[in-house]
Structure formats: structure tokens, C-alpha cells
């Protein structure tokens, strides 16, 4: 997006309905004009494309998921507590917010390259996250010493990602936070038995 | 695919190629049948459409990557080994057959519900792989007993699968095979320090 004005934000919102109830590839910048209440002139006013407007709602929403983990870690005093508190946020976020999760795990997977790359450096930010605990587990002697962060992180998010992929998948015909626990559990302490 | 002939084989493979050089959406059928020196109808012979070609070859080389993993896991003694068996065997197969990675971590992620319906289908012969090695863990007192299958198993596939990702898109500049024991060794004991 060029810059923010009056309209924006709801043109974002429109975007993420209609992305999340018609597909991207059928998601026409007309679609998104009419459920935002706005001229199509309008939309070019703030956004190139409809890929810019992909790009431009994800980094938009992924600063907000981003916040509210970042305020739910806040609080915790242990590594353990805070690794709890980000996936509890995170599917909470996704089942409050099932148009996101659609966009996020079925819309985002785009197998266009160059796509694929900016929306990979959006993740960052969430991995970022990711890597800011695994620093701190290490640091303060929690967690394993010698681990590689790439591949912790690749774990964490990993599971994460696969949990609410299969429940997007079986059309959330199961509660996805009470899942937290018993996730956190096993990333924390593996398969075997203790 | 409706049935099998000598030509078979050859759109399969030449099939694998296209869509990971192309993307799903620009191999058509007439690229495919020329790259397996076959004329356009022919293909028409085995596949009804495009879709058809992926879900087959996909189906076609499940199969074989799944009987490949099974054979490695066979002489192994304990569940642990066998799960670095198959960890290893899975980023091994990969890494050698680097158009198939290309395909499964980006072509096969479609957005289209009824396709991935198909894809998942497929997908469950690997699952139930790792389901066995679940199981075997638990029944013999190795694995933590009041474990969910399900949470295991999203959580071992969801890590194979990141880590796949991730080495596609920086476009293979490390080794995955190599990432098979700390992964491995991170599943089976968790993040906290021993
Ligand atoms: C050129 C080609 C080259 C090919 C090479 C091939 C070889 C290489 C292969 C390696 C790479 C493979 C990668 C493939 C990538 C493509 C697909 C992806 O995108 S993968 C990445 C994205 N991932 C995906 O796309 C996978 C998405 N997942 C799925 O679609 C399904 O899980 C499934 C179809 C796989 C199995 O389903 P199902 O048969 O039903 O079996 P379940 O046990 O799961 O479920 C049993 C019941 O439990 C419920 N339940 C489940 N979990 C939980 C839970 N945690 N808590 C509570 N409940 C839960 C569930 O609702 C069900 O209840 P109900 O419905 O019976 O009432
Ligand atoms: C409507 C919208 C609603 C939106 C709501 C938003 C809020 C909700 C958000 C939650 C859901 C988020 C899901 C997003 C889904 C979309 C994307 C996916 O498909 S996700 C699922 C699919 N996943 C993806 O698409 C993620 C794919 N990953 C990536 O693209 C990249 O990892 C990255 C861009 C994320 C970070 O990259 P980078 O900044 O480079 O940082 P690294 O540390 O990784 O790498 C540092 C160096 O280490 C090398 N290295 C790495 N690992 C290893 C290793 N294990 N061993 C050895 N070496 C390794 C690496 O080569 C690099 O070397 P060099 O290159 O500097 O020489």
C-alpha cells in the first residue's frame, strides 16, 4: 500500500473477506471495492495490484498478531510460560478470526517465487518472536545448550503451523486453543517418556 | 490415471519435470507430452485433465517414497532408530530427487479445497507411517503414553515439512541429510535441556 488514509483500513477488511470467501485468484479488485463500500478508483489510490494488496493486508495483520503475542509474553516470567502464552495467542487469534486463517493457510501458500519471497520476509516477524525465546531459553540455561536455532524455530512453527493447517482443513470440527497445552508439552519435552 | 501401458512411465516422469520447472498452472498437457515424446492425445489416453496428471504422479511417487522409507525403517531395532530412518530416508529422497521437492513444497500446496481433498488423501499413507512408529512408542513404554496421536504425528510431520520448505526456498544452499539427527534428536527429547 502507498500510504494510509481514511479508507484503508477498510479496504483491508474487505480484502481479507473476500480473499478468504472467493480465493485470491477470484478475489477481482471489484469484489473488494464493492464489500468496502468504495469506488475501484479508490483502491488504486493505495494499492498497485491485487498482489500488493495481498502483501499489504498481511503485513498489516501480522503487525497486529504480532503486538497482542508480543502483550500476552508480556507478563510471564519464565521461558516455559512464554512460549505457552504465544501459541495460546496465536490459535486464539486464528479462531477468533477464521477469514485469516483461511488466508493464512491455504491463500498465503502462493507458488509464485517472487510472491513466495515477500511473504516470507513478513513471517520474519513472527519467527523473530520465535527466535527471541529460543535465545533466552538457552541463555538463561533452560533449554538445550547446543540446539541450532533455525531448526528449534523450525520446530516450533512447524507444529504450529501443521496444527492449524489440519484444522483449517477439517473445517475447525474440533476446538483449536485447547490445544495449546498438550503442544506445548511435547515441544517442550518430545515424544518420550519422561 | 485410468489405466496403466508402456507410456505410462514416461508422462509420469516427464510430468514431475514440467510442473516443477513451469508451476502447476503453466505446464500444460502439450508441454508434458512433448517432454515425454509422446503426442498430446496420448496423454488423454491415461489422465482426464491437468489435475489428474498431478494427483497420479503424486499417488505414483507416494508410493514409491513411502515403500522406500519402510525399507529403511525394516532392519532397525528400536522405534527411535526407526524414526531416523524415515527422517533421514524422507530428506535423503528429497534431496536427490530435487524437481519432486519443488513439486510437493510448492506445487502441491493448491488453494483449490477439492484438490487439496485429494492431495490429503494421499498424504495419509505417510501419515499412517508415523502413526506406526506413535504407536509402537507407546505400546512399548518408550513414548509418553498420554500423548494424542494426532498432536505427535502434526508435530513430527509439521517439522519435517518446515525444514523441507525452508531448504527449497533458500534454494538448497545447505545439506538437508545432515539435518536428519539434530532434528531427530530435538523430536525425541524437546527443546528443554536434558
Ligand atoms: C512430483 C511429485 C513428487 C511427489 C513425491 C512424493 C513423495 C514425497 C512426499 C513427501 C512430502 C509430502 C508433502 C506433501 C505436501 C502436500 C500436502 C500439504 O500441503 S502438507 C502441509 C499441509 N498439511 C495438510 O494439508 C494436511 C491437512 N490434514 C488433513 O487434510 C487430514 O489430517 C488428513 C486427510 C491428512 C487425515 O485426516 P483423517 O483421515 O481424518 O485422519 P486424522 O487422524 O487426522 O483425524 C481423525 C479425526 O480426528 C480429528 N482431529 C485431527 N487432528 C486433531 C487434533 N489435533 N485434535 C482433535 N481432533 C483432531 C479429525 O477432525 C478427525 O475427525 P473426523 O473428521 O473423523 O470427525
Ligand atoms: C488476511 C491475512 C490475515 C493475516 C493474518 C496474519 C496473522 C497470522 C499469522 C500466523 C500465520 C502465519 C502463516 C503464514 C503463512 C504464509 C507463509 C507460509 O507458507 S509458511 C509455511 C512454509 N514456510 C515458509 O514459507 C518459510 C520458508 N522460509 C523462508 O523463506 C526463510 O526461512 C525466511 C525468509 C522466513 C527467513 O530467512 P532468513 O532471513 O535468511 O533467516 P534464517 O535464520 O532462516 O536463515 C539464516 C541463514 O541460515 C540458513 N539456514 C536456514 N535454515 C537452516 C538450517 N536448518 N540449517 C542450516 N542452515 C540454515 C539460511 O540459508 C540462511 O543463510 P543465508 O541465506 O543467509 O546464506
Redo the contacts with the bound molecule.
Keep these: 500500500g502507498k500510504s494510509r488514509g481514511p479508507k484503508y483500513g477498510q479496504i483491508i477488511d474487505a480484502a481479507v473477506e473476500v480473499i478468504a470467501e472467493n480465493g485470491f485468484h477470484q478475489a477481482q479488485v471489484s469484489k473488494i471495492a464493492k464489500k468496502a463500500k468504495v469506488a475501484d478508483g479508490t483502491i488504486y489510490l493505495y494499492f498497485k495490484n491485487k498482489e500488493d494488496i495481498l502483501i499489504s493486508v498481511f503485513r498489516e495483520k501480522m503487525g497486529l498478531f504480532v503486538s497482542c503475542i508480543e502483550e500476552a509474553m508480556g507478563d510471564k516470567e519464565t521461558v516455559e510460560d512464554k512460549l505457552l502464552a504465544l501459541i495460546e495467542t496465536y490459535f486464539k487469534n486464528l479462531s477468533e478470526n477464521y477469514h485469516w486463517a483461511i488466508v493464512t ?1 491455504l491463500e498465503l ?1 502462493q507458488t509464485d517465487k517472487r510472491l513466495r519471497g515477500k511473504i516470507g520476509e513478513i513471517l520474519k516477524d513472527l519467527l523473530i518472536l520465535l527466535d527471541t525465546i529460543i535465545d533466552e531459553g538457552k541463555l538463561q540455561g533452560v533449554f538445550k545448550q547446543e540446539m541450532d536455532k533455525r531448526i528449534a524455530r523450525q520446530m516450533i512453527f512447524g507444529t504450529i ?3 492449524v ?3 483449517v ?2 473445517d475447525r ?3 483449536l486453543v485447547s ?1 495449546a497445552a498438550p503442544i506445548h508439552h511435547l515441544l517442550l519435552s518430545g515424544l518420550l517418556k519422561d
Design positions: 493457510q501458500r503451523d501443521e496444527t493447517t489440519t484444522w482443513m477439517k470440527k474440533y476446538d490445544l
